[in-house]
């Protein structure tokens, strides 16, 4: 298990002073990365032989978002291997020692040439694993609705939005979605699940078109899809934001 502190700065925040939804996966998303080189899953093992990691599933239960100027702490660590993919949980605390969030989430690899999953195993290792208790377990399907999508918007992608895979990166995935409200709607609640299924990576230039499905006033969904195709699909719950 690989544990890291992080400061909530105001880099991290939202207008409501808590982490906001993108810098926690930006944080998740570093956690990853370092637990990755701990267990030699690598740049060395990965990137520099042609693989890339990619997301494929997460979810977040979250008890308390934290909040500016809050020392955290993040603690990951390898799951099962279930054929091509590849599990990683997580879990934070804050300095009390008081539960945070818990995740569960999903990687592939895909061959950087090809952008084709690889079936195989690339490490000369036998692939760590670990359990603890009360992990969350495996992020479910998401399937959007034939009927009921509401148009919200659409967005280019453009060279800032890539990252070292070459595609949109997971944390501007969230930055869609959670654009498809407004300040208003999120003034008067706060996240506590997250569920998001990456279908097929995005690329620079693609106009994504993103949808909104509203269950009720405390849960939606969101579907961005290029030419059609559903590319992300994403499950947003929420509780009523207590004032401050």
């Known amino acids: 298990m690989r544990t890291d502190e992080y400061l909530i700065d105001s880099n991290l925040v939202d207008p ?4 906001s939804i993108p810098s926690l996966f930006r944080i998740l998303q570093s956690s990853a990365t370092t637990g990755a080189e701990e267990i030699g899953a690598g740049k060395e093992a990965t990137t ?12 977040i239960r979250i008890q308390r978002m934290p ?37 569960a989430s999903t990687w592939a690899l895909l061959e950087e040439k090809t952008r084709k999953v690889v079936l195989h195993s690339p490490f000369s290792f036998p692939f760590p694993k670990e359990t603890h208790p009360n992990e969350l377990g ?21 060279y800032s939005m890539c990252d070292l895979n070459g595609h949109l990166n997971n944390v501007r995935y969230l930055e869609l979605a959670i654009d498809a409200k407004s300040r208003e709607f999120y003034a008067g609640h706060q996240i506590s699940r997250i569920l998001i299924n990456f279908e097929k990576e995005i690329q620079e230039k693609e106009k994504v078109d993103i949808f909104i499905e ?5 849960s939606f969904l969101v579907v961005g899809r ?19």
């Open 16 to 19: 409501f002073l808590d982490l």
């Open 48 to 59: 520099d032989k042609g693989y890339l990691w990619v997301l494929t599933r997460m979810e």
């Open 67 to 103: 909040t500016f100027m809050e020392k955290i702490k993040v603690s990951t660590y390898p799951g099962e291997q279930l054929g091509f993919f590849y599990f990683r949980h997580f879990f934070a605390k804050d300095e009390r020692g008081s539960d945070l969030f818990r995740v």
């Open 138 to 158: 495996r992020p479910e399907k998401l399937r959007a609705p034939e009927k009921g999508l509401t148009p919200a918007y659409q967005r280019e992608i453009t």
């Open 214 to 218: 509203e269950e009720n006033d405390d």
């Open 226 to 244: 290029v030419n059609g195709e559903d590319r992300f699909l994403t499950q947003f719950d929420f509780a009523k934001r207590n004032a401050k």
